[in-house]
């Protein structure tokens, strides 16, 4: 069977799977079955696969017809202005989270040193991305997850910024490690209840821990902010993501806590989604 008819299948079951990107997908995961871009696809529509790429093929358009994500089936997610490493059971980067990123660079636009730390790193991407374009910026990343450290660890290496960054693998509670210059995170923010109602890609396959945010949507943001009162020095920044129903009990929770908010910076679709704060 040649490409374009391998294609051509996939399209048609991911399409009657309900797809809504199912030429996309099946292109890309055709790259990944060849190790070749979209490009060299579109061009060789014409060539054979062997038994062994198209049994491969096969199995990932049946992998993404019971809602896999593609970046689980191609190991791989476009973030910023990079490429990382994402691996099964680690959160997968969103456009929106790039938000927090943009105010870091207003923040620290003048700065020629800041100490980060990044709390929930995750795949690490948010840190990594900033320190990519801040050369004296270092970091510190903390995760409960094992998986999550081992692959920050990967994608530090790849970015080349293992020299200015290190991992951790704690609960923020037992975290104790300095004082930071800024602090960023994007924490657990869903209502417990409200999991369910996620898109079927989202909640079969992403990590629940990076996801839950307990029964009000805020049981990991009080830790996080309470003990980010403790690690930040006194001025420090302190960005924060958040739910776009959020802001109200945030704001209040940070106050409590002793910080100044500088502004609620809302994402592209408008709506609110992560807290410019001053430790005062």
């Not at 809504?20 to 579109?42: A, F, H, P, Q, V």
Request: proline share 2%.
């Amino acid at each position: 069977m040649d490409i374009e008819k391998a294609l051509k299948n996939a399209k048609t079951i991911l399409k009657n799977g309900g797809s809504k990107s199912s030429s996309l997908d099946s292109e890309i995961l055709m790259s990944k079955t060849l190790g070749r871009n979209r490009e060299y696809i579109l061009l060789n529509l014409r060539k054979n696969l062997k038994k062994e790429k198209l049994n491969y093929f096969e199995d990932l358009i049946s992998q993404r017809l019971k809602g896999k994500p593609i970046a689980y089936l191609t190991e791989k997610k476009e973030f910023w202005k990079h490429e990382f490493v994402i691996k099964n059971n680690i959160l997968i980067p969103r456009p929106d989270t790039e938000t927090l990123i943009e105010e870091v660079f207003k923040l620290t636009k003048n700065k020629s040193y800041q100490s980060i730390l990044d709390i929930g790193v995750g795949s690490g991407c948010i840190l990594l991305s900033i320190l990519k374009e801040k050369k004296n910026f270092h970091g510190i990343g903390v995760d409960i997850s094992k998986k999550c450290i081992s692959l920050s660890k990967t994608n530090a290496k790849k970015l080349g910024l293992i020299n200015r960054v290190k991992f951790f693998q704690s609960d923020i509670d037992n975290f104790s490690n300095g004082k930071y210059d800024l602090i960023i995170s994007n924490p657990p923010y869903i209502k417990k209840h409200y999991l369910k109602y996620l898109e079927r890609d989202v909640i079969g396959f992403e990590p629940k821990l990076a996801l839950n945010g307990g029964l009000d949507g805020l049981s990991e943001i009080r830790k996080i902010i309470f003990k980010s009162s403790e690690l930040i020095k006194k001025k420090g920044k302190f960005v924060l993501e958040i739910n776009f129903d959020q802001r109200r009990e945030v704001k209040n929770l940070l106050e409590i806590n002793g910080f100044y908010i500088n502004k609620i910076v809302r994402d592209l679709a408008k709506n609110d989604r992560c807290i410019v704060s001053t430790r005062i």
